[in-house]
């Protein structure tokens, strides 16, 4: 199945430090969604969003869906040691989410 | 509310012994997707139900991997023989189109499985 280019692949940064993430498609997508997943669970939902153009924030983080709809880009502001994890993209077209390659954060205190 | 339920939450067996999964979706969620993760990767779709129809299983590999969704609700999926590249991480996700058009999915914890 396809899967989204996402970038960087891993992250290292100091506690306090601002992060950005995006992920990239040859697709056109209807949705674009970003998960959080730690070791031994399942993706949590972070951001979801729905419209070209379209900036929302959870908190510490900021999420954009790209104009052209095939890119989204998501932020973290001020990390925390509990920001460490690994963040996948998600596109969604008709019924059918693809998802990135993920992105590991380490951040470090 | 409860989320999608998982079990078991891990399982060992030993390579051409059959092994089953278990999911239950958020209440009211009329899709469900069962997705296979391997390590260092995002999850791949191996098949998705719109109620208890299987509407897309094109990435199942149906020599030895089977799903039902009896009424809708649960579902199970079954690997039987397992072979060593079966281990991953099985995760069962739900997912309700809201009247805005809006569509999110959520993940339940997955199962570990370890093919020895």
């Known amino acids: 199945g396809q899967q989204l280019n996402q970038s960087p692949q891993s992250m290292f940064i100091q506690e306090g430090e601002d992060v950005s993430m995006n992920c990239t498609s040859s697709?056109?997508?209807?949705?674009w969604l970003w998960y959080k997943q730690d070791p031994g669970e399942g993706p949590v939902l972070l951001i979801a969003?729905?419209?070209?153009?379209e900036l929302t924030s959870n908190g510490r983080l900021t999420a954009q869906f790209g104009i052209t709809r095939k890119d989204s880009f998501l932020n973290i502001s001020a990390s925390i040691p509990s920001d460490v994890g690994i963040y996948f993209c998600a596109g969604l077209t008709g019924n059918q989410f693809y998802f990135g390659t993920g992105t590991s954060l380490t951040v470090i205190p | 509310e409860a989320g999608v339920v998982q079990s078991p939450r891990y399982k060992i067996i030993e390579k051409k012994q059959p092994v089953a999964f278990w999911c239950n979706p958020i209440?009211?969620?009329?899709?469900l997707y069962w997705y296979l993760q391997n390590l260092g990767q995002g999850p791949e779709l191996l098949i998705r139900?719109?109620?208890?129809?299987?509407?897309?299983d094109s990435q199942l590999p149906k020599d030895r991997f089977s799903a039902e969704r009896l009424k809708g609700v649960d579902s199970t999926l079954k690997i039987q023989p397992a072979e060593l590249g079966d281990s991953a991480v099985y995760l069962c996700?739900?997912?309700?189109?809201?009247?805005?058009?809006?569509?999110?999915?959520?993940f339940g914890p997955g199962t570990r499985l370890t093919v020895l």
């Open positions: 996700a739900s997912s309700l189109v809201l009247s805005s058009g809006h569509n999110e999915q959520f």
């Open positions: 697709s056109i997508f209807n949705t």
């Open positions: 139900y719109e109620n208890e129809e299987a509407v897309d």
């Open positions: 209440s009211g969620h009329n899709t």
């Open positions: 969003l729905y419209k070209a153009g």
